[in-house]
Structures are given as structure tokens and as C-alpha cells.
């Protein structure tokens, strides 16, 4: 049951939607999306419901407070009409298309109803992959605007999308089908969708379209309906190992790793910590900590405004804690993460990132006994070298023990580019010192201590991973001299080698 609804037209632009970025799990229909009070948003389902669930009742009432109709509801598009219709209770949603929702509750995550299974694919060598989601677009008339929805439950980059139309001819109606650059040369398609993010639209051409993202795209002059140009949406592939003998059990040895490909763009909050990282406790990000994307990656952004010295003025701290996030801990722990320092980054005397603790993971001058704790974190120093910054039962000072990267400080992170560190701690045995510190530059050894003290008694051990950033030290001498950047990625926690 439809009805006209056309006085939200002109409404739709102004009012605000949402974050339209779900937080995925590609394996199965247990995506979800949030959804914010009082905020228009533009969704679609990822999967299929199970027969009679598929209403707009049995999919978002368990989700969301309150009466619909009245504290919340969707509307469809009518391409033909230019209108907005009202979508009713009781009304089925169609996988691959879009829909306008808004709700006046409180903020809620939406979610499927058990038992719903991704969307058949189809077999064809149109598609990008060996089979992909078929999506027939409206071209009745010119420049046809239209929503649609990713009708899958993972991400998917624009670039991989293709189409055809059901002419029989070379123009991307043969068995090759096209490229959007191509449908768009046609005259079908414009190679470009929008979604909305709260304040803006934002083209979709260079970024991926996410789980729950409903969008709009626009059929152009020389689609007919007899064209029927038809969007072609990238199956998974599944690719066969080419390895003649895998590693047996490989998921054994990679405890953790975290590529943010899932993770909402826009500031990172405590929320997308807890999310992102099992076992964080507490975190203290302060706004300073962004997801971004770039060429089809996401990663995450440090912000350390100037002068800002200490956890407190810049960067940000949390910590993960091993029995709290996998019910163990370790003796020995391999951890990596990708690091890229800003264009021109000033390194002053240096900052803290990211390593391991164990105990009560002593730092900021809390000299460590061997009975309480220790911490290994990385830093980098003036001129951006590369040090591990260690509280150890055998440290020397109040403050931790430097132990440089490298020869005569040869390793110095550079300015606006990738690089690879991993750390690989052994505990000691309590009474002797053969405990092992070890550092690998871009897979290269490049610090390797093999005396290292860090307990007395073995009540605690390498106990979890403490992402740690920022300017100092302490005092205005270690203060950034403007507002700097250091993006990480790729964070990965394994009981076997990483990147070497
Ligand atoms: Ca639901
Ligand atoms: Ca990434």
C-alpha cells in the first residue's frame, strides 16, 4: 500500500540524514547500521529476509521505539512520478533499493531479523566477479533519478560495479557488458552515485558503498526503457587457495587483525573503540582520532594540535587487555601495524606509539620492580628515529630505557609514507635475564635484544597491547610545533612471525 507523499520533497534536502557506514561482519547478515534520532537517512536492506519477515515491521520494530508512522518511518521514491510515497507497515523492502528513514527515538542500531541469508547471486560474464546482483534501473524518461541500495552485506568499491542493457547489440549489451565509465559513454548511466552523510552528499565514484547504503544514481539520455540499463553489483569471489599446502591452521596463529575497512568514517569514537578492539576497557580519544578513507582504504588519523604535550593535549590512549579480549595472555606475542608520519612532520624530541605491557604495564615514571609490571612501547625521537621505549625489572633509569632501531640511528620514519613495524616480545624466565626485545623495519630485523628483565615473578606476563600516542615527554620542550598527523592501519597480533 503506497500513498502519495509529495510535501517531503522539497523537505528531503534539508533535513539531515546519517552515517551511513555499517559496521559489517562479511560472513553472515549480522550487519548493522546506526541510527541516529531525528535525522533523515538513506538505507537498504543487506540480505534477504526469511518469508513474512521481510516487512518493514518485522525488520526495524524490534530495533527501533515507539509508534510508526508517528515516531518513525520510511518513504519511497516514485522515479516515474518525482514523488515520495509513504511506505506502509506493512509493505515488503525490495533488496537494491533505496529508502529515506527517520526516526525521532532515541539513536538505535538497526539489524536484520534471524535467519536472513545474503542475496542470490547470478552467474554471468558481465559481472566483475563470476556472479553478481542484478538491479534493472528506471529509464522512461531523460536523466531519471532513482534510489538504490548496496543489496549486500559487505563493502564494495564503486569501481567494481558494471552494467548492461538488454538491447543484443555491442554497446554494452553483448556478453562483455561494461564498464559505468563505459555506460556512461553510452549515454546510459552516470558513473557516479551519491549518499548522504548528514550534512552533504558525497559522490560515491571514488569511495566504496557500504552495507545498509542506500543511493542515488541517475539514468541518462540514450537509456530507453527498451535498454533497460541494469546495474551489475560485485559477487564475493570465492578464489581458490592457490597455495598447494596451506598452513594448516592459520586462524590459530593470527589472534587479531584490524584494517578498519568496517570501521565508520569521521571521528572515532569510544564506541568504534570498543567495537574495533575486544577488551578496551577505557579509552581517551578526545575527537582526536579519525577514520579516513583513501584509494579504497580506511585507516585511522592521530590529530596532536599544537603544543599540545601528553595524552591529555594530543593524541590518544587506549589499552586492550588479553584476558578480557581472547581469555588469555602470553609468553611470547608477535604485533605489527603500518605507520605513515604527515607531509613535513616536525618530530621535536619525540612521541609515544603503540606496544605491548604486561602487569601493571608501568609507565610514566612509574619505575618497574619485577614484581609489578612493564611496558615496551615504540617512539619515535628527534629526527624521527625509531626506539623502544621500555619499563623493565632491569631498567636504569626513572623514566624508560631507550634501545635505538637500527645503526647509529639509521632508522628514522619518514614524512607521507607507509611503513611496517613489528615488535616481537619474549618473557623472561623470573630469575634470569633472557627475555627478548625484538624490532623489524619493513620486515627487516633492525633491533634485537636478547637479555631483556621484564619481571621477577611470573604472575603476569605479555598481558595486552596498549595503543599509545603522543607528543612527549613532558614539558614545552617536546610540544608540536604545529598541528601534526600520523595515520596507523593494519594492526595485527600473532603467535607467529608477520612481516618477515
Ligand atoms: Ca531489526
Ligand atoms: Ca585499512
Same mark, same amino acid.
Given at each position: 500500500?503506497?500513498?502519495?507523499?509529495?510535501?517531503?520533497?522539497?523537505?528531503?534536502?534539508?533535513?539531515?540524514?546519517?552515517?551511513?557506514?555499517?559496521?559489517?561482519?562479511?560472513?553472515?547478515?549480522?550487519?548493522?547500521?546506526?541510527?541516529?534520532?531525528?535525522?533523515?537517512?538513506?538505507?537498504?536492506?543487506?540480505?534477504?529476509?526469511?518469508? @513474512?519477515?521481510?516487512?518493514?515491521?518485522?525488520?526495524?520494530?524490534?530495533?527501533?521505539?515507539?509508534?510508526?508512522?508517528?515516531?518513525?518511518?520510511?518513504?519511497?521514491?516514485?522515479?516515474?512520478?518525482?514523488?515520495?510515497?509513504?511506505?506502509?507497515?506493512?509493505?515488503?523492502?525490495?533488496?537494491?533499493?533505496?529508502?529515506?528513514?527517520?526516526?525521532?527515538?532515541?539513536?538505535?542500531?538497526?539489524?536484520?531479523?534471524?535467519?536472513?541469508?545474503?542475496?542470490?547471486?547470478?552467474?554471468?560474464?558481465?559481472?566483475?566477479?563470476?556472479?553478481? &546482483?542484478?538491479?534493472?534501473?528506471?529509464?522512461?524518461?531523460?536523466?531519471?533519478? =532513482?534510489?538504490?541500495?548496496?543489496?549486500?552485506?559487505?563493502? +564494495?568499491?564503486?569501481?567494481?560495479?558494471? @552494467?548492461?542493457?538488454?538491447? #543484443?547489440?555491442?554497446?554494452? %549489451?553483448?556478453?562483455? %557488458?561494461?564498464?559505468?565509465?563505459?555506460? =556512461?559513454?553510452?549515454?546510459?548511466?552516470e558513473n557516479q552515485g551519491w549518499?548522504?552523510?548528514?550534512?552533504?552528499?558525497?559522490?560515491?565514484?571514488?569511495?566504496?558503498? /557500504?552495507p545498509w547504503m542506500g543511493i *542515488?544514481?541517475?539514468?541518462?539520455?540514450?537509456?530507453?526503457? !527498451?535498454?533497460?540499463?541494469?546495474?551489475?553489483?560485485?559477487?564475493?569471489?570465492?578464489?581458490?587457495?592457490?597455495?598447494?599446502?596451506?598452513?594448516?591452521?592459520?586462524?590459530?596463529?593470527?589472534?587479531?587483525?584490524? #584494517?578498519?575497512?568496517? /570501521?565508520?568514517?569521521?571521528?572515532?569514537?569510544?564506541?568504534?573503540?570498543?567495537?574495533?578492539?575486544?577488551?578496551?576497557?577505557?579509552?581517551?580519544?578526545?575527537?582526536?582520532?579519525?577514520?579516513?578513507? $583513501?584509494?579504497?582504504?580506511?585507516?585511522?588519523?592521530?590529530?596532536?594540535?599544537? @603544543?599540545?604535550?601528553?595524552?591529555?593535549?594530543?593524541? !590518544?590512549?587506549?589499552?586492550?587487555?588479553?584476558?578480557?579480549? &581472547?581469555?588469555?595472555?602470553?609468553?611470547?606475542?608477535?604485533?605489527?601495524?603500518?605507520?605513515?608520519?604527515?607531509?613535513?612532520?616536525?618530530?621535536?624530541?619525540?612521541?609515544?606509539?603503540?606496544?605491548? *605491557?604486561?602487569?601493571?604495564?608501568?609507565?610514566?615514571?612509574?619505575?618497574?620492580?619485577?614484581?609489578?609490571?612493564?611496558?615496551?612501547?615504540?617512539?619515535?625521537?628527534?629526527?624521527?628515529?625509531?626506539?623502544?621505549?621500555?619499563? /623493565?625489572?632491569?631498567?636504569?633509569?626513572?623514566?624508560?630505557?631507550?634501545?635505538?632501531?637500527?645503526?647509529? $640511528?639509521?632508522?628514522? +620514519?619518514?614524512?607521507?609514507?607507509?611503513?611496517?613495524?613489528?615488535?616481537?616480545?619474549?618473557?623472561?624466565?623470573?630469575?634470569?635475564?633472557?627475555?627478548?626485545?625484538?624490532?623489524?623495519?619493513?620486515?627487516?630485523?633492525?633491533?634485537?635484544?636478547?637479555?631483556?628483565r621484564y619481571r621477577k615473578v611470573?604472575? &603476569?606476563?605479555?598481558?595486552?597491547?596498549?595503543?599509545?600516542?603522543? &607528543?612527549?615527554? $613532558?614539558?614545552?620542550? *617536546?610540544?608540536?610545533?604545529?598541528?601534526?598527523?600520523?595515520?596507523?592501519?593494519? +594492526?595485527?597480533?600473532?603467535?607467529?612471525?608477520?612481516?618477515?
Amino acid at each position: 500500500m503506497h500513498k502519495k507523499y509529495n510535501i517531503f520533497h522539497g523537505l528531503i534536502l534539508l533535513l539531515v540524514a546519517t552515517n551511513l557506514y555499517a559496521n559489517a561482519d562479511s560472513n553472515d547478515c549480522k550487519v548493522t547500521t546506526p541510527l541516529n534520532s531525528n535525522q533523515w537517512q538513506l538505507i537498504g536492506i543487506p540480505c534477504k529476509a526469511p518469508a @513474512g519477515t521481510n516487512t518493514v515491521e518485522a525488520i526495524f520494530s524490534d530495533d527501533i521505539d515507539g509508534d510508526y508512522g508517528v515516531d518513525w518511518k520510511l518513504i519511497s521514491y516514485n522515479s516515474e512520478k518525482n514523488s515520495y510515497d509513504d511506505v506502509d507497515i506493512q509493505d515488503e523492502l525490495q533488496i537494491g533499493t533505496g529508502y529515506w528513514i527517520i526516526s525521532f527515538s532515541d539513536q538505535t542500531l538497526l539489524d536484520m531479523p534471524a535467519g536472513s541469508q545474503p542475496v542470490t547471486q547470478k552467474k554471468s560474464t558481465q559481472c566483475t566477479q563470476s556472479s553478481c &546482483f542484478e538491479k534493472t534501473l528506471i529509464s522512461n524518461s531523460s536523466n531519471q533519478s =532513482q534510489l538504490i541500495s548496496n543489496p549486500f552485506h559487505y563493502s +564494495f568499491s564503486w569501481s567494481a560495479l558494471r @552494467g548492461k542493457t538488454a538491447l #543484443n547489440d555491442s554497446t554494452c %549489451g553483448d556478453t562483455a %557488458g561494461c564498464t559505468l565509465e563505459e555506460m =556512461q559513454t553510452a549515454g546510459f548511466v552516470e558513473n557516479q552515485g551519491w549518499y548522504y552523510d548528514g550534512k552533504k552528499y558525497i559522490s560515491l565514484k571514488e569511495t566504496e558503498v /557500504s552495507p545498509w547504503m542506500g543511493i *542515488w544514481i541517475r539514468t541518462l539520455d540514450a537509456a530507453s526503457s !527498451a535498454h533497460k540499463p541494469t546495474l551489475l553489483f560485485p559477487g564475493l569471489e570465492n578464489t581458490p587457495n592457490p597455495n598447494p599446502n596451506p598452513n594448516p591452521n592459520p586462524s590459530d596463529q593470527r589472534i587479531f587483525h584490524l #584494517n578498519f575497512s568496517q /570501521s565508520p568514517l569521521g571521528n572515532y569514537t569510544h564506541s568504534d573503540i570498543k567495537r574495533d578492539w575486544p577488551g578496551v576497557r577505557w579509552s581517551e580519544a578526545f575527537d582526536r582520532v579519525k577514520v579516513v578513507n $583513501e584509494s579504497n582504504n580506511r585507516f585511522i588519523r592521530v590529530n596532536y594540535p599544537k @603544543g599540545g604535550v601528553g595524552p591529555e593535549n594530543g593524541g !590518544a590512549i587506549w589499552k586492550v587487555d588479553f584476558s578480557d579480549a &581472547f581469555g588469555t595472555t602470553y609468553n611470547e606475542l608477535y604485533i605489527s601495524y603500518k605507520i605513515r608520519f604527515a607531509k613535513n612532520f616536525n618530530p621535536v624530541k619525540g612521541g609515544k606509539l603503540p606496544g605491548l *605491557w604486561g602487569g601493571d604495564g608501568n609507565t610514566n615514571g612509574k619505575k618497574a620492580t619485577g614484581y609489578d609490571g612493564w611496558s615496551a612501547r615504540m617512539m619515535w625521537r628527534a629526527k624521527t628515529t625509531a626506539i623502544f621505549y621500555v619499563y /623493565s625489572a632491569n631498567m636504569k633509569n626513572t623514566w624508560g630505557d631507550v634501545n635505538t632501531w637500527g645503526k647509529d $640511528e639509521t632508522i628514522q +620514519f619518514p614524512a607521507n609514507e607507509w611503513v611496517q613495524v613489528e615488535q616481537r616480545i619474549v618473557m623472561n624466565s623470573p630469575s634470569d635475564n633472557n627475555g627478548i626485545l625484538q624490532g623489524w623495519y619493513n620486515g627487516v630485523l633492525e633491533l634485537d635484544k636478547r637479555d631483556m628483565r621484564y619481571r621477577k615473578v611470573n604472575s &603476569f606476563a605479555i598481558d595486552g597491547f596498549y595503543f599509545s600516542t603522543f &607528543f612527549g615527554g $613532558e614539558g614545552s620542550q *617536546w610540544a608540536p610545533t604545529r598541528n601534526e598527523t600520523i595515520d596507523f592501519d593494519d +594492526f595485527i597480533f600473532s603467535t607467529e612471525p608477520i612481516t618477515h
